[in-house]
């Protein structure tokens, strides 16, 4: 069971808009700086969102991320099939010492 | 350009050890933090250890305290995971990620497979 919950999965149609949510508390996402990864099979992880809601230069503004309280959020607008891939949150935890992940959520474009 | 070339990865038993490490290179080595995470096959990513760049401060994961040690060798810029006492449930790929400390990585290697099994 992960510290931090995401949906395990959401789909959209190509063009459109979906977000994911990552849920936790105020020891981690409340406290501490929220990342967003992309994984695809056989890739190193990518980062496509740090400190809440920052781009690493290279990732298109078509990715965003937010967080309010407890929870975070990862938005993904204009929808392409080469976003199909495996999204997860990390922070860090305070209480615990530890980097937490969410259980990830796979992206379908329909 | 960041990269983090992990090896040691292998077929192991239960019980065996292992030492994982990863090179790094296109950046100042100790200045940053370093992490280990895992992906068991068909599951998510599992945070495993965290050495910060002076390797001052060490944390590790519940599943993995007392039986994994990370350590650092800044004049090598390589990172290891020495790990012992090895089950089944520690099969998976290994990622070695870039980081600050008290925060999720950025760059992330390719990874190297530990599989445990008889």
């Known amino acids: 069971q992960s510290v931090l919950t995401q949906p395990p999965s959401v789909s959209a149609a190509p063009g459109q808009k979906v977000t994911i949510s990552c849920s936790g508390s105020n020891s981690n996402i409340e406290s501490n700086f929220v990342s967003w990864y992309q994984l695809v099979p056989g890739t190193a992880p990518k980062l496509l969102i740090y400190d809440n809601d920052k781009r690493p230069s290279g990732i298109p503004d078509r990715f965003s991320g937010s967080k309010s309280a407890t929870s975070a959020t990862l938005g993904i607008t204009g929808l392409q099939t080469g976003d199909e891939a495996d999204y997860y949150c990390g922070t860090w935890d305070t209480s615990l010492r530890a980097g937490v992940f969410g259980g990830g959520t796979k992206l379908t474009v329909l | 350009e960041v990269q983090l070339v992990e090896s040691g990865g292998g077929l192991v038993k239960p019980g065996g050890s292992l030492r994982l490490s990863c090179a790094a290179s296109?950046?100042?080595?100790?200045?940053?933090?370093m992490n280990w995470v895992r992906q068991a096959p068909g599951k998510g990513l599992e945070w495993v250890s965290l050495?910060?760049?002076?390797?001052?401060?060490?944390y590790y994961a519940d599943s993995v305290k007392g039986r994994f040690t990370i350590s650092r060798n800044n004049a090598k810029n390589t990172l290891y995971l020495q790990m012992n006492s090895l089950r089944a449930e520690d099969t998976a790929m290994y990622y070695c990620?870039?980081?600050?400390?008290?925060?999720?990585?950025?760059?992330w290697g390719q990874g190297t497979l530990v599989t445990v099994s008889s």
């Open positions: 296109g950046f100042t080595f100790s200045s940053y933090s």
């Open positions: 990620a870039r980081g600050t400390l008290y925060k999720s990585p950025d760059y």
């Open positions: 050495i910060s760049g002076t390797g001052t401060y060490i």
